[in-house]
């Protein structure tokens, strides 16, 4: 078990959702936000690219904001560096 935030409680480990983008690339995907963003706004925000450029701001972001992308898991892509810890117990930096 491990505890989280003092206030969420304990949640088993399996249950932790493992994140799979490093930093830098969560930053990248901010930028791409905004970039779509501004984009969706100066095309037209009610036309079919406005709407396809909103959806990718609000993936970019969501994923940003969770550190966790399915595709990259799907892909088997993860870039976040791997700290080790004891053997056989990699700990994510």
């Known amino acids: 078990m491990r505890r989280l935030w003092g206030v969420i409680g ?21 930028v791409v936000a905004a970039v779509a963003a501004v984009l969706a706004v100066v095309l037209g925000p009610g036309g079919v690219t406005g709407i396809v450029l909103w959806a990718v701001t609000a993936i970019m972001l969501g994923t940003a904001a969770v550190g966790y992308c399915p595709l990259y898991s799907l892909l088997r892509i993860n870039t976040c560096a791997v700290k080790r810890g004891h053997p056989g117990r990699p700990t994510h930096a």
């Open 10 to 30: 304990t949640l088993p480990e399996k249950e932790i959702v493992m994140r799979n983008l490093a930093k830098w690339d969560r930053g990248l995907r901010v």
